[in-house]
């Protein structure tokens, strides 16, 4: 058996630890998988030198590889007398495996990494965790590469809290240090309150999967009463004409003509908003994807170190529903060949010219004006996050980060280059596309906007403060008036004074409105431009002062 393990050290290639394929000998005598070395040397192209991974002796130029025929028969006589399984063992660590930090020999591949010794151990080595009393209350995973990442840089320490002040996972002592004061949680109560976020937005993109199906369902049911009716239209019409052939052929084919052309108008029409949902669809299925694999993630730190990184599910640009009758596509046409028939020498002589054939339109365009009641503006809620670190320091963030109230002190905010160092402004989480809607509930002075993401920062010029510049539009709501800045032109605006504002975004059509919402919504003022970026929403808070965005109901 030493003899046949011997051989198989000999006949491995060192690149990919596994036996040589194809082997090639190079000039320092160590040999490699033909593909295993020219993958190495490619990788050194760019240097002009090339170099053995074993020796580290360099060659100049490359060297030609050629078959070692000796290990090319040696490898053969392997697999005929059954050693190769042994050669192959699976249980050895591959590059891309993770391998077991106990091993002190040739690394065997890790089936667990353990979250409280942040270490990954293989089949033998994870057993005193089966076996040992106090190893049994730590979390085992799936093998992770990543464990370093839950070990504080500063401390050394594990991370097992959480900063919702500067979200972030933190270790114990931080707790004493830089995050003394923040509102933190335990790594597992936050990732548990995110999972429950999680499953909700899951639940939403569910819901609109099931929506944009049935949708689809109704446009393909009407793709087929255009065609029926339309054949149905030509097989009477052609029957008609056949009566009066002498008179009426040439007319038979021009009605015919107009028949066929407004049925591929109609059905082309169709489809376009068909194929514009089924990729929604396709889009929205995805999203659900990485949420369900997001969801699953047992490491909370990773679970919270990727979770930000997920994008927001976009608005629809088209409405929740489909508007589809049973619709009377050609008949019109029927009836008035029928009617002709009856005029023939009349119409052909006289009124012919003045005479057209009148095809209905179909009814499937989606509605794209704008809601006309409350409840239909609440069909485009948004829920808005603000983002802390964008944050001057004088704001404080509460309510799951849906609040934000000014103070007369300096938080303890991480630099960030996202954050704010002059206007007490924040920017939201999401960015907004589509159609949104998002009402908010305020005390005091404070600005409602909407800014593109390179909005500057750093300063105290118009160029950072919403509504002075090109990048934002603000409404000031001040005691008993209303001023709306853009590009730094301020205009003052006479409305009904409410403590509730809702904002009305339909970005595609480059509308902007806000609303004073009580018992009943009133326009404050409407913004018609065009939207370049995706917006983030938008809040500066005087003195004394707070806004919170709030649930519409």
């Keep these: 058996m030493e003899e046949n393990q011997l051989d198989h050290e000999t006949l491995s290639c060192s690149i990919c630890l596994d036996v040589l394929k194809n082997p090639v000998t190079i000039p320092c005598g160590h040999s490699y998988c ?18 053995c991974p074993q020796c580290r002796e360099t060659f100049t130029p490359r060297p030609v590889l050629k078959k070692n025929t000796v290990f090319a028969a040696l490898v053969e006589q392997l697999k005929k007398t059954g050693l190769q399984a042994a050669a192959t063992d699976h249980r050895y660590a591959g590059p891309e495996d993770v391998t077991c930090d106990v091993c002190t020999e040739r690394k065997l591949k890790a089936i667990k990494s353990c979250l409280f010794c942040l270490a990954s151990y293989c089949e033998k080595h994870l057993q005193p965790h089966y076996d040992v009393a106090p190893l049994k209350k730590h979390k085992l995973v799936e093998p992770s590469k990543n464990l370093q990442e839950n070990i504080c840089s500063k401390h050394n320490e594990v991370k097992k809290m959480f900063c919702r002040t500067d979200q972030k996972c933190i270790c114990s002592l931080c707790l004493m240090d830089e995050h003394k004061g923040h509102d933190t949680v335990s790594a597992a109560a936050e990732r ?24 689809v369902k109704l446009l393909q049911q009407e793709v087929e009463a255009i ?3 339309a054949d149905k239209t030509v097989e009477d019409s052609e029957k008609i004409f056949t009566e009066l052939i002498r008179l009426l052929q040439k007319r038979s084919s021009d009605v015919k003509q107009q028949i066929r ?6 059905v082309s029409r169709v489809k376009d908003v068909q194929e514009k949902l089924e990729q929604e669809i396709t889009e929205l299925k995805r999203k659900d994807a990485e949420l369900e694999q997001l969801s699953h993630t047992e490491d909370h730190s990773q679970f919270l170190l990727n979770y930000p990184s997920l994008p927001a599910p976009s608005e629809s640009t088209h409405s929740s529903s489909i508007k589809v009758r049973r619709l009377r596509h050609f008949e019109d ?21 003045q005479s057209s054939l009148t095809l209905t339109e179909v009814d499937v365009l989606l509605s794209e004006t704008e809601p006309v009641s409350r409840d239909g503006y609440l069909k485009y809620s948004c829920q808005i996050t603000l983002d802390p670190n964008t944050a001057h320091k004088w704001l404080v963030l509460s309510r799951e980060n849906r609040k934000v109230t000014r103070k007369a002190q300096h938080q303890s905010y991480s630099s960030h280059p996202d954050r704010f160092t002059h206007w007490r402004q924040v920017l939201s989480r999401e960015s907004l596309t589509g159609r949104c809607y998002w009402e908010v509930e305020k005390k005091g ?12 920062r750093a300063g105290s010029g118009n160029e950072c403060l919403f509504g002075g510049n090109e990048e934002s539009w603000a409404l000031d709501c001040h005691q008993n008036r209303y001023k709306f800045g853009h590009n730094n032109i301020w205009t003052s605006i006479s409305g009904p004074v409410s403590s509730r504002v809702g904002v009305y975004l339909d970005h595609r059509a480059g509308t902007l409105s806000f609303y004073s919402v009580s018992e009943s919504m009133t326009l404050i003022h409407r913004v018609q431009t065009t939207f370049t970026q995706p917006l983030l929403a938008g809040i500066w808070v005087g003195f004394a002062c707070h806004v919170e965005f709030c649930e519409p109901k």
């Design 333 to 353: 046409v029927t009836a008035a060949v029928s009617e002709l028939r009856e005029e023939l020498q009349d119409v052909l002589r006289e009124t012919w010219k």
């Design 227 to 229: 065609n029926h009716s």
């Design 261 to 266: 052309s407004q049925q591929e108008t109609e």
């Design 445 to 456: 002075r404070v600005y409602v906007a909407v800014a593109y993401k390179n909005i500057s």
């Design 192 to 215: 548990a309150e995110r999972q429950r976020e999680l499953e909700v937005k899951q639940k939403k993109i569910q819901q609109r999967i099931q929506d944009r199906e049935k949708d």
């Design 34 to 51: 033909m593909n295993c070395i020219k993958s190495h040397w490619e990788r050194e192209d760019q240097k002009g030198i090339y170099s």
